[in-house]
């Protein structure tokens, strides 16, 4: 019997694993269905230039990931200021688009600016538990009609009637009043937002810090996608095997999870069942020439297929050759969309030229796509309770929920890393 069972190879199953060995606890194991460890935090190689799967950078608020940060990766690492920006209607904008309105037409400023203070003097809006509440209480309907909707609703392939606020927090960068009206007639030098600075391994990709982990740590093995759990017996099949356990932890995606535990009460399999996620497919694309300033880009109008544009080569110049440059291109579906990937890319690379981030005469040299079938868990009306019910009933089977997809949240990178440090804190005293 293992004492401790890990399902999941990615960021939180290796950091919990890492805690674990931190603590001289070995008795455990991970269970990884790929045959290689990092999950959505590898990095591989195509033709010189490193890829990851879509963003991912490390945006550092806590002096204990800064201190485990320095320990994996010592000088392998690069700290940047963020450059990120908004594309309205031929205007590159500073991120975040409500405190960085000038530049726009003037008529535009003012709608924006009148519907914040509207917004600001009547505060009439009681239920800003929903996401469309919330933000008309914080922005005005100007900034929502505009960017704030058209953006959200690309992203979450979902009705935003039915979403909450819940997610908001980290993510979008409540502003003050006076912000917005600051960022309307004046250009501003104020960071706003969570990722106003950000970490990146110097080599090796994203994937550095999942390598890093690996290489202190002992148990794990590949190819071993759980495919049964047995919670009254305490049993995972998986990879054609029996692996019995007095813990389990699991970083699978939940809804994954949910399909493949046998016995549940109704109400739990109800709650699994009202889990919902979005889908992303990420065009991984390199080309022969410079390219803009930036590290990447969020569209809201409809003529951008894509949500987000990212600058890979901006990240280290280990990234991609001299005289390239590399980028990850971010799509959203709903599950159950299949699209035309093919044409999907003819229209980027074309877009792309005109926006003017490929130039006329430059070489595509890799076009890799990915998907990501659960990218985001969507934060409806029902979120909420039907997570809590399914931690809870876990918990109390000795089953522990950790990581973005295992604990079914909107998160990043650092908190993956602590919270796999507090819950390999808690088992050492259960």
């Known amino acids: 019997m293992t004492k401790t069972l890990i399902l999941g190879g990615g960021l939180s199953g290796l950091a919990l694993a890492y805690n674990l060995e931190e603590k001289k606890d070995k ?116 900034i929502c009609k505009h960017f704030l909707f058209p953006y959200n609703q690309k992203l979450w392939q979902f009705d935003l009637n039915k979403m909450t606020s819940d997610w908001c927090g980290a993510f979008i960068p409540k502003t ?6 600051k960022g309307a007639y004046t250009r501003r030098k104020k960071d706003f937002g969570y990722n106003a600075n950000f970490f990146y391994p110097k080599t090796g990709g994203a994937g550095a810090l999942a390598d890093a982990l690996l290489s202190k740590i002992s148990n794990i093995k590949y190819s071993s996608k759980a495919t049964s759990l047995d919670i009254e017996n305490k049993t995972v099949h998986a990879g054609g095997k029996s692996y019995k356990y007095n813990k389990l932890v699991s970083t699978m995606p939940l809804t994954e999870l949910g399909k493949i535990t046998k016995k549940l009460p109704p109400q739990i399999l109800k709650d699994f069942k009202a889990l919902k996620h979005n889908s992303l497919y990420v065009l991984n694309l390199a080309v022969s020439g410079e390219t803009k300033d930036g590290h990447w880009y969020y569209f809201a109008e409809d003529k951008y297929p ?58 595509v040299l890799v076009a890799h796509w990915l998907k990501i079938p659960v990218a985001y868990p969507i934060y409806d009306t029902k979120y909420a309770q039907a997570q809590k019910n399914i931690i809870d009933y876990m918990k109390a089977k ?11 949240e909107y998160s990043f990178m650092e908190k993956s890393l602590l919270d796999a440090k507090a819950l390999a804190e808690s088992l050492e005293n259960l």
Request: proline letters at 3%; glycine letters at 6%; charged letters at 25%.
């Open 176 to 181: 003050a009043l006076e912000d917005i009206i």
């Open 306 to 363: 894509f949500f987000r544009v990212g600058v890979q080569s901006s990240f280290s110049p280990n990234n991609a050759p001299k005289n390239t440059s590399s980028f990850y291109i971010e799509f959203a579906f709903t599950p159950a969309q299949k699209p035309n990937t093919k044409e999907l890319e003819k229209q980027t690379i074309a877009l792309l030229r005109e926006l003017g981030f490929i130039e006329q005469d430059s070489k």
């Open 27 to 142: 008795d455990y194991l991970i269970l990884e269905a790929a045959k290689k460890a990092g999950g959505l935090c590898a990095s591989y190689t195509k033709d010189g230039f490193i890829f990851d799967y879509s963003g991912h950078l490390l945006h550092i608020a806590n002096k204990q990931t800064l201190k485990l940060l320095q320990k994996l990766l010592g000088k392998n690492v690069l700290h940047h200021k963020r450059r990120a920006y908004v594309y309205f209607h031929g205007v590159k904008l500073p991120f975040p688009f409500q405190n960085n309105l000038y530049g726009l037409d003037d008529k535009f400023i003012s709608e924006c600016v009148k519907a914040a203070l509207i917004a600001y003097k009547e505060k009439d809006i009681k239920d800003t538990q929903l996401f469309k509440n919330w933000a008309l209480a914080q922005y005005g309907q100007a």
């Open 398 to 408: 000795g089953i522990y929920l950790l990581g973005r997809y295992g604990a079914w």
